[in-house]
């Protein structure tokens, strides 16, 4: 074997080896993922379940995904996807959920799509609204199957791991971050109230604040206007007298 020829040979086989530890370490890329990956904690967020379709010849005929009963989500809404029916699916939770609007023992468990078609090559979001954000935890994990015409099912339910590392069929996942300084209440005051009440107390709160500024500001109106009175009899009186007094020189001046 001459050295040029076995020159080429290494070369092919390090190039077989750098293509293999290559085709390992890239990660899935046609899974189905949530966007944008995070959301604000304790406030709403709208998210789009992108699925693509990485078969050759079948399509994706439905999309399901389970949101977390752990961390169960108050209020979510559906956009509608032309082509597609949806399904959501509300279900009483295996234990009541704690939480700052109160105790959560119904919540939203699935959404369904189903009716479509993905073609091969293509993609379809499919969009929802959601919140409150729970504030306990840094992440909300959505498992996803996917089947196709061909009778395939894909389920996308591996959770993150430790080490940062993709797994071979990773669900969509939510970080959830702290929200930015000076915009919590902002945020808040734009969310629908869990409970009437307390929607109430605040408002109870400012009234009561409102009345008492009012009544100081009655009684100071009330003290100014008692000591406007007192000052106003007393130039009064003064007048009178002053009158009498001038009368009585007048009566006498003829005399004089």
Same mark, same amino acid.
Request: without cysteine.
């Given at each position: 074997?001459?050295?040029?020829?076995?020159?080429?040979?290494?070369?092919?086989?390090?190039?077989?080896?750098?293509?293999?530890?290559?085709?390992?370490?890239?990660?899935?890329?046609?899974?189905?993922?949530?966007?944008?990956?995070?959301?604000?904690?304790?406030?709403?967020?709208?998210?789009?379940?992108?699925?693509?379709?990485?078969?050759?010849?079948?399509?994706?005929?439905?999309?399901?995904?389970?949101?977390?009963?752990?961390?169960?989500?108050?209020?979510?809404?559906?956009?509608?996807?032309?082509?597609?029916?949806?399904?959501?699916?509300?279900?009483?939770?295996?234990?009541?959920?704690?939480?700052?609007?109160?105790?959560?023992?119904?919540?939203?468990?699935?959404?369904?799509?189903?009716?479509?078609?993905?073609?091969?090559?293509?993609?379809?979001?499919?969009?929802?609204?959601?919140?409150?954000?729970?504030?306990?935890?840094?992440?909300?994990?959505?498992?996803? *199957?996917?089947?196709? =015409?061909?009778?395939?099912?894909?389920?996308?339910?591996?959770?993150? &791991? $430790?080490? %940062?590392? @993709? #797994?071979?069929?990773?669900?969509?996942?939510?970080?959830?971050?702290?929200?930015?300084?000076?915009?919590?209440?902002?945020?808040?005051?734009? *969310?629908?109230?869990? =409970?009437?009440?307390?929607?109430?107390?605040?408002?109870?709160?400012? &009234? $009561?604040? %409102?009345? @008492? #500024?009012?009544?100081?500001?009655?009684?100071?109106?009330?003290?100014?206007?008692?000591?406007?009175?007192?000052?106003?009899?007393?130039?009064?009186?003064?007048?009178?007298?002053?009158?009498?007094?001038?009368?009585?020189?007048?009566?006498?001046?003829?005399?004089?």
């Amino acid at each position: 074997m001459s050295f040029r020829s076995a020159g080429r040979r290494v070369a092919a086989v390090t190039a077989g080896a750098v293509a293999l530890t290559l085709g390992l370490a890239m990660p899935a890329l046609a899974h189905v993922t949530i966007n944008p990956g995070t959301a604000e904690k304790g406030g709403f967020t709208k998210v789009a379940f992108r699925v693509p379709n990485e078969r050759d010849k079948d399509s994706t005929t439905k999309l399901v995904v389970d949101l977390p009963i752990d961390h169960p989500l108050p209020f979510v809404s559906v956009r509608p996807v032309p082509g597609w029916d949806v399904k959501v699916t509300q279900s009483k939770l295996p234990k009541p959920v704690a939480s700052k609007y109160g105790e959560i023992t119904e919540a939203v468990t699935k959404i369904t799509w189903s009716g479509g078609k993905i073609a091969p090559g293509q993609f379809q979001e499919f969009e929802v609204s959601m919140g409150f954000m729970p504030e306990d935890t840094d992440q909300l994990v959505f498992p996803a *199957t996917q089947t196709y =015409s061909g009778g395939e099912v894909v389920k996308w339910a591996d959770e993150p &791991k $430790a080490d %940062g590392s @993709e #797994a071979e069929h990773p669900a969509p996942t939510l970080k959830l971050v702290a929200p930015a300084a000076g915009e919590g209440d902002e945020h808040m005051a734009g *969310t629908p109230s869990a =409970s009437p009440a307390a929607a109430a107390a605040p408002t109870m709160a400012v &009234k $009561a604040q %409102g009345d @008492e #500024a009012a009544e100081g500001a009655m009684s100071g109106s009330d003290g100014t206007a008692r000591l406007l009175a007192g000052v106003g009899i007393a130039v009064g009186v003064a007048g009178v007298a002053t009158g009498v007094a001038g009368l009585r020189r007048g009566r006498r001046a003829p005399q004089d």
